[in-house]
């Protein structure tokens, strides 16, 4: 039964492109929460924010051309919520007014006809799905403005070839672009695709990889179900290796993780059926929820004091034999007690 679960986490957090995982900084802060109540001003349906400003809860018109207004019953417009315009087959061009800062999870979700989008240089935050599934968009110039990009937010949108991606960007989510020309086109370029230092695609490689010198993330399933990948090398300068980064890589036997990585995101190797060992570096402080779980091979871990949070589950479903090397009273040395793994003081 734990191992089904394990499985359904795994299985979840492929479904939704690590869209469960977004950082911190897409959830909206407390000064723009919104009231319950929503209000309908022609084609639109809003609500008041805590700050005074309006979100766009939903769109009821049928026009083929919207021009999103600056304004709605004199207060200004900051946020696309969630869903706002999704499933909208009428929409062709969609023009966001400039002091727009969020666009939410799902805002144009299957706008099927959906051709062009302006996005102004306000918004901060793409959501996940927020432009999923519109197969008709061909091109998109994100602004500078933009800090983040959701998982999936631009996901299976088949005929977008042209991206342009600014500096700003920090947080890019998991297949963001996945589905897109624009992807293809980079994969048969170089198997590592990466953008502003995040390697967010490496899925079509093979053999033995070394991940280039600049890279300081390895993105949320930039790896998963890469069954070709056997080897990888990550510079030096890599901090975070992200959720299901290497996820289901079964034919990976070896990875050398450098001295600058801190972070092991959930579910990072789990499924790596042929790695036999790992040692983790001094750098690192967590290791996130079943980070190693299903690597049925794996036989010794070394995990150093540095190390003060191991999520759940995190070794589980690995050898029988599993031995975790480590230092007297580490939160390894507890969490080995805790789930009756055997422990070789180092």
């Known amino acids: ?29 407390s000064s723009i929460v919104a009231q319950a109540k929503s209000i309908r001003s022609g ?23 919207v021009k999103i207004p600056s304004k ?6 900051t946020m696309i919520a969630k869903n706002a315009f999704s499933v909208n087959e009428t929409i062709k061009n969609v023009t966001i007014p400039k002091g ?83 992807l293809e086109n980079k994969q048969k370029k170089n198997p590592l695709v990466i953008v502003n230092g995040i390697l967010i695609d490496g899925k079509t490689s093979k053999g033995k990889v070394t991940i280039p010198k600049g890279v300081t993330k390895i993105g949320d399933h930039a790896f998963v179900y890469c069954t070709s990948l056997k080897s990888v090398t990550i510079p030096n300068g890599v901090k975070t290796i992200g959720v299901n980064a290497f996820s289901v890589c079964t034919n990976l036997k070896t990875i050398k993780i450098p001295s600058s ?49 191991i999520g759940k589950d995190a070794f589980a479903y690995c050898h029988k034999n599993l031995t975790i090397k480590t230092q007297k009273g580490s939160a390894a040395a507890k969490y080995a007690k805790k789930n009756n793994i055997k422990v070789k003081y180092i």
């Open 261 to 309: 990585v801190k972070t092991i995101s959930d579910l990072a190797f789990s499924g790596c059926a042929s790695l036999k060992s790992i040692t983790i570096p001094s750098s690192v402080k967590t290791i996130g929820k079943y980070a190693f779980s299903d690597c049925a091979n794996l036989k010794t871990v070394t995990i150093p004091k540095s190390v003060t949070t």
């Open 100 to 182: 727009v800062t969020k666009i939410g999870d799902y805002a144009f979700a299957d706008c099927k006809s959906l051709k062009s989008v302006t996005i102004p240089n306000s918004v901060k935050t793409i959501g996940s799905f927020a432009f999923h599934c519109c197969k008709n968009l061909k091109t998109i110039k994100i602004p500078s403005s933009v800090k983040n990009i959701g998982g999936c937010a631009f996901s299976d949108c088949k005929n977008l070839k042209t991206i342009k991606i600014p500096s700003s960007v920090k947080t890019i989510g998991a297949d963001a672009f996945s589905g897109t020309k624009w």
């Open 72 to 77: 709605i019953d004199g207060k200004k417009v």
């Open 1 to 29: 039964m734990k191992r089904q679960l394990i499985s359904s986490a795994l299985a979840l957090s492929l479904i939704f492109g690590g869209a469960a995982a977004l950082p911190e900084s897409f959830a909206p802060q």
């Open 43 to 65: 084609d639109y349906k809003y609500s008041l924010l805590k700050d005074g400003t309006a979100k766009i809860v939903k769109y009821k018109g049928k026009d083929t051309d």
